[in-house]
């Protein structure tokens, strides 16, 4: 044997082999951790489950639009953190509602603002307006916990209609979970600004000119 060689084969002694035992024990952690965020979804990656009731709502004659976004019995609680701007749409404002009555005083609150014929001149007059028409959006505003039939709102303050061409249905909320750990879901099943098209909403000049 050559001096080469046997340096070689001293060197190779110093390396540690992995033995069956730790591979295996490297293989049963990794399949844990797969059946883990497998089985236990809600607390590990937090998603909004869509129902299949929503609404919108035009602001007549201001560039503002509020959606609703209904969750069904069965979501699990996790926290709405924001919603992300689309294009052509900037978000104003995020609240969660949890009962029928807030949702009807919600609709109210809308609806009272609609026909007064007033005109906000920024997303902030305009959130003022509805929690003194009797909006419940005082305390719920994001980051705000939901959970089973719970409601998400969000006022949209239109920039620009055209760019509509463009709009991906639904919206990109944020969410986190009871767990602390923060996820970005694409809601497809949501409202968003511009799922009715936008010819309604140049009917009540809700687009801006």
């Not at 869509?50 to 509020?66: D, N, R, V």
């Not at 900037?90 to 009272?112: C, D, F, K, L, P």
């Not at 750990?181 to 600004?193: H, I, L």
């Amino acid at each position: 044997m050559s001096e080469s060689t046997g340096t070689v084969d001293e060197l190779a002694g110093l390396v540690p082999s992995r033995s069956r035992r730790a591979t295996l024990v490297v293989g049963a952690i990794i399949v844990t951790a797969v059946a883990l965020a497998w089985f236990a979804p809600p607390w590990l990656h937090p998603k909004l489950e869509m129902a299949s009731m929503g609404a919108a709502y035009a602001w007549k004659g201001a560039p503002y639009e509020l959606t609703q976004a209904t969750l069904p019995d069965n979501q699990s609680a996790v926290t709405v953190i924001g919603v992300d701007d689309v294009a052509g749409a900037r978000v104003a404002g995020v609240w969660v509602t949890y009962t029928n009555q807030e949702e009807i005083a919600v609709e109210h609150a809308m609806e009272s603002a609609v026909q007064s014929g007033l005109v906000p001149g920024d997303p902030q007059a305009a959130i003022r307006t509805l929690i003194a028409g009797g909006a419940p959006f005082g305390g719920t505003k994001a980051p705000a916990r939901v959970g089973p039939a719970s409601s998400v709102w969000v006022l949209w303050e239109i920039t620009d209609c055209r760019d509509a061409q463009t709009y991906d249905r639904g919206m990109t909320v944020r969410l986190r979970s009871p767990l602390g750990t923060t996820v970005v879901q694409r809601v497809t099943g949501s409202p968003g600004p511009f799922d009715q098209g936008t010819d309604w909403l140049l009917e009540t000049d809700t687009c801006p000119r």
